[in-house]
């Protein structure tokens, strides 16, 4: 609405210009104050022709854009584990088609590198938001990155709303290291960060932008900061499971955090 309004303004100073420009004005003019040198005349039609131009060139879909919120949380977490018989190194490397869903309370497989993810209600301002994402899992040396393919809101009618006017984007890079306490001392490692572009929905316009990706930010900061550490405990226990000879692959969480 700011660039509209700056469109909108750009514009009516321009024909303003003109109509002070018109024959008569300048006739009314010429009587006054003689002929206008050819320097001024110059100068008078630049003036016209760059304020013509400012009018013209502001793009149509700028000048009509909604305002938008940028939300941006990031977080890094570890947890400290004592390796077993079976190392780490070979779990962290197992493929993803091997990879328990941990719980399937919250998570579902959709394929082998491909799972559905349920998160918990999120309280943002008047409204709870309910996030389902799809992600899909990239297989490293050391680990995996976790990267969101899609994601849909859940919730009240204006929540649902959103589902056709934000963009997001998630990365999660899942690794492992020495922790260099002790010969067996290991620590998992997950590093994530989520990013997310709104329009800002009407019932909000008067609150400043900023203000919202304020709000917005320790948000998902939040969340991440209470999600990984039970995601890497999860890994954990999934990881001693493993390590005994269990082959089942059952999910271990709850759903509850």
Same mark, same amino acid.
């Given at each position: 609405?700011?660039?509209?309004?700056?469109?909108?303004?750009?514009?009516?100073?321009?024909?303003?210009?003109?109509?002070?420009?018109?024959?008569?004005?300048?006739?009314?003019?010429?009587?006054?104050?003689?002929?206008?040198?050819?320097?001024?005349?110059?100068?008078?039609?630049?003036?016209?022709?760059?304020?013509?131009?400012?009018?013209?060139?502001?793009?149509?879909?700028?000048?009509?854009?909604?305002?938008?919120?940028?939300?941006?949380?990031?977080?890094?977490?570890?947890?400290?584990?004592?390796?077993?018989?079976?190392?780490?190194?070979?779990?962290?490397?197992?493929?993803?088609?091997?990879?328990?869903?941990?719980?399937?309370?919250?998570?579902? *497989?959709?394929?082998?590198?491909?799972?559905?993810?349920? #998160?918990?209600?999120?309280?943002? $301002? !008047? @409204?709870?938001?309910? /996030? +389902?994402?799809?992600?899909?899992?990239?297989?490293?040396?050391?680990?995996?990155?976790?990267?969101?393919?899609?994601?849909?809101?859940?919730?009240?009618?204006?929540?649902?709303?959103?589902?056709?006017?934000?963009?997001?984007?998630?990365?999660?890079?899942?690794?492992?290291?020495?922790?260099?306490?002790?010969?067996?001392? *290991?620590?998992?490692?997950?590093?994530?960060?989520?990013? #997310?572009?709104?329009?800002?929905? $009407? !019932? @909000?316009?008067?609150? /400043? +932008?900023?203000?919202?990706?304020?709000?917005?930010?320790?948000?998902?900061?939040?969340?991440?900061?209470?999600?990984?550490?039970?995601?890497?405990?999860?890994?954990?226990?999934?990881?001693?499971?493993?390590?005994?000879?269990?082959?089942?692959?059952?999910?271990?969480?709850?759903?509850?955090?």
């Amino acid at each position: 609405m700011a660039c509209w309004s700056l469109f909108s303004s750009l514009e009516s100073r321009s024909h303003h210009h003109i109509a002070l420009s018109s024959p008569e004005k300048l006739g009314l003019e010429a009587l006054k104050l003689g002929p206008p040198s050819f320097a001024s005349r110059r100068r008078k039609r630049q003036r016209q022709h760059g304020r013509i131009a400012a009018a013209v060139d502001v793009p149509g879909d700028l000048a009509r854009s909604e305002p938008r919120a940028r939300l941006v949380g990031r977080a890094s977490e570890s947890y400290l584990l004592e390796e077993t018989h079976r190392p780490l190194a070979e779990y962290m490397s197992l493929p993803a088609s091997q990879y328990s869903v941990l719980d399937a309370q919250r998570i579902e *497989r959709v394929d082998d590198n491909t799972f559905k993810c349920y #998160v918990h209600k999120l309280k943002f $301002f !008047a @409204f709870e938001v309910c /996030p +389902v994402l799809v992600v899909t899992v990239e297989e490293q040396p050391d680990g995996c990155i976790i990267k969101l393919l899609s994601c849909t809101l859940e919730g009240s009618p204006i929540v649902v709303a959103q589902n056709q006017k934000f963009s997001a984007s998630m990365e999660n890079r899942v690794s492992w290291k020495n922790s260099g306490r002790s010969p067996k001392s *290991r620590k998992l490692i997950s590093d994530a960060t989520i990013e #997310v572009t709104i329009e800002v929905p $009407f !019932a @909000f316009r008067a609150i /400043p +932008v900023q203000a919202i990706e304020s709000t917005g930010n320790q948000v998902l900061g939040q969340v991440l900061r209470v999600m990984l550490p039970r995601f890497l405990s999860q890994l954990e226990k999934d990881y001693r499971a493993w390590a005994s000879g269990d082959s089942s692959r059952r999910p271990l969480g709850t759903g509850q955090l």
